[in-house]
């Protein structure tokens, strides 16, 4: 396996994760809420009074970031190495589980396991087969289909 060390950013990553946690955190000190973007996003299809403009808050920022970005610096090529109908079939099979799972990745990762939640100790479990399905599509059989 090679690594394209160019492309490592430990420090923009090290920023992006400290601004995601301070975002997590002041959701939860001030608001009471967990910031699960499926939460998030799902709660705005039935929203209980007064739960929609913090919602569309959250979201705005999150689309806003990137617009942000790049009035500092050049936003990073992005290159996806597989076809139209794994991402077709990768989103399904993320929206399904997000929807059963009571969470997506990024809430149970980032706020379930800070939270010691004990259904979000499965992310371990799903990284871990996410790592290794990756290596075995690479790595072993060659590609990703």
Request: hydrophobic share 50%.
């Amino acid at each position: 396996m090679d690594i394209a060390w160019a492309n490592v950013t430990p420090w923009s990553a090290l920023a992006g994760g400290l601004l995601i946690g301070l975002a997590a955190g002041g959701l939860l000190l001030f608001n009471g809420r967990i910031a699960g973007v499926s939460g998030i996003l799902g709660g705005l299809l039935h929203p209980a009074r007064g739960e929609t403009g913090w919602r569309l808050a959250f979201l705005a920022g999150m689309a806003a970031a990137p617009l942000l970005y790049a009035l500092a610096a050049p936003l990073p090529q992005v290159e996806v190495d597989a076809g139209w109908l794994a991402l077709a079939a990768s989103g399904l099979l993320v929206g399904i589980s997000t929807r059963h799972g009571g969470g997506c990745t990024s809430g149970h990762g980032g706020c379930g396991m800070a939270r010691r939640s004990p259904r979000s100790l499965a992310t371990i479990a799903f990284m871990g087969a996410g790592c290794a399905v990756v290596y075995l599509l690479r790595q072993v059989f060659g590609s990703l289909a």
